[in-house]
Structure formats: C-alpha cells, structure tokens
C-alpha cells in the first residue's frame, strides 16, 4: 500500500514562499515519477511541477516556471515543492502525486495511480 503525506502549507503574504514537502511510504519510491497538482476552488485541477525517479528530468506547469521548484531526495522517500515569489492566484490545495508519465502526459492526472490528502496553501494580497 502507497501512501503519499503533504506537509508545509500554510497562509503567506504574496511574494512570499514556502516549502511543500510529500513524504512517500510503502513500495520503492525511487522507480517513479511523483508530481505536484493544485486545485484551486472551482477551477480544475492543474499540473504544477513533476520530477522523475531519478530526479534528473523535471517539468513545470506555464504559471509557475521560474518560480517554483521541485527536488526530491529518494534515500527519504520524500519531495518538495520550493515555493518564491507567491502570487494570490497560486491559492489552492496543493497534491502530491506518484505516476509514471511519458515525457507528454505529465499534466494528466490518469497517470497518477496514488494521490495524498492535499495541504492548503493561501496566499494573501
């Protein structure tokens, strides 16, 4: 059984930041990819940030490149999420996720078997 943990959300002032961390349990961890979503209230669920097993390929969503940025470290089982420049529109529940997306599908959440609980991040103008 998988389980993914979200930790590190919370209210911040906009241009601010904060670390998101996904603390992984159960089968390897190191032979995936995991990402982070975000759902904002009443909008779909949007693709963030992903890295890959080896943590040498990453992919970002358009509205946080050059802001956000994601690292893992698989002796820990853990992500992150590194959050700067915080803007009131990035205001949303934030997922982690684990998958195995081809190097086209990583903003499709079906390729994401196992998903956390979700933490809130609130960014305040």
């Known amino acids: 059984q998988v389980q993914l943990v979200e930790s590190g959300g919370g209210l911040v002032q906009a241009g601010g930041s904060l670390r998101l961390s996904c603390a992984a349990s159960?089968?390897?961890?190191?032979?995936?990819?995991m990402a982070w979503f975000r759902q904002a209230p009443g909008k779909e669920r949007e693709f963030v940030a992903g890295?890959?097993?080896?943590?040498?390929?990453?992919n970002y969503g358009d509205s946080v490149k050059g802001r956000f940025t994601i690292s893992r470290d698989n002796a820990k089982n853990t992500v992150y999420l590194q959050m700067n420049s915080l803007k009131p529109e990035d205001t949303a529940v934030y997922y982690c996720?684990?998958?195995?997306?081809?190097?086209?599908?990583?903003?499709?959440?079906?390729?994401?078997?196992?998903w956390g609980q979700g933490t809130q991040v609130t960014v305040s103008s």
């Open positions: 159960g089968r390897i961890f190191s032979n995936y990819a």
């Open positions: 890295i890959m097993w080896s943590g040498d390929s990453t």
């Open positions: 996720a684990r998958g195995r997306p081809s190097s086209r599908t990583w903003d499709d959440d079906r390729v994401y078997a196992y």
